[in-house]
């Protein structure tokens, strides 16, 4: 491996450390607190998507990755069978699922409004995911029907999150797109 390559790399760990961590600061930050888990934050997920955007889909997926795992130790929400089964599928949903997904991000790194494509579909995929949980291990303890409840009630605080993250993404691309593309800089000066 070259110096240059060692560098790089080096750099992408630290600053994937550095946004995993003001995700995981904002994420204590709720606007809104669901009573079963879930909340609206101030922009707690743009960092996690900043990772993919800036270094590529593995870092994106790690970075997604390390930081369910510090969701996950923040505080779990227990599944109301307590089945073995119930556990495992509510952690790969509600946190494995859910939080990698965001490093897809990747995806649209060479894009020039990348962020903007990959604010809906990173935080759909995690809404869908959160959804799908919803459905198969909560909704079966429901008198409702579980398909409107998960939708409705993972909608109430996702899609505000969809928004407020979209609307950041837009402002800071606005006024500091280099923050999500360094590549495009590196390859300008060659």
């Not at 879930?38 to 997926?61: E, Y």
């Not at 390390?66 to 119930?86: D, K, N």
């Not at 020039?112 to 990959?118: E, M, P, Q």
């Not at 800071?172 to 590196?186: C, E, H, S, W, Y």
């Amino acid at each position: 491996m070259s110096n240059t390559q060692s560098s790089e790399n080096l750099r992408a760990l630290v600053e994937s450390a550095l946004l995993v961590a003001i995700g995981f600061v904002l994420s204590f930050i709720t606007i809104i607190r669901m009573p079963q888990g879930g909340s609206v934050t101030p922009l707690s997920m743009l960092p996690l998507l900043i990772i993919g955007l800036r270094h590529g889909l593995k870092w994106g997926l790690c970075g997604g990755l390390v930081y369910a795992g510090l969701q996950m130790l923040q505080g779990l929400w227990a599944p109301p069978s307590g089945t073995a089964a119930a556990w495992i599928s509510m952690l790969m949903l509600d946190y494995v699922v859910a939080f990698t997904v965001l490093g897809l991000s990747g995806l649209f790194r060479d894009r020039r409004y990348g962020a903007l494509i990959a604010v809906p579909v990173c935080l759909g995929l995690r809404f869908l995911s959160h959804f799908i949980s919803g459905v198969v291990i909560w909704g079966n303890y429901l008198d409702a029907d579980s398909w409107i409840f998960s939708l409705v009630y993972n909608g109430a605080y996702m899609g505000p999150e969809i928004i407020f993250t979209f609307i950041g993404s837009a402002i800071l691309l606005k006024a500091a797109p280099v923050i999500f593309t360094p590549g495009l800089r590196a390859r300008a000066a060659k």
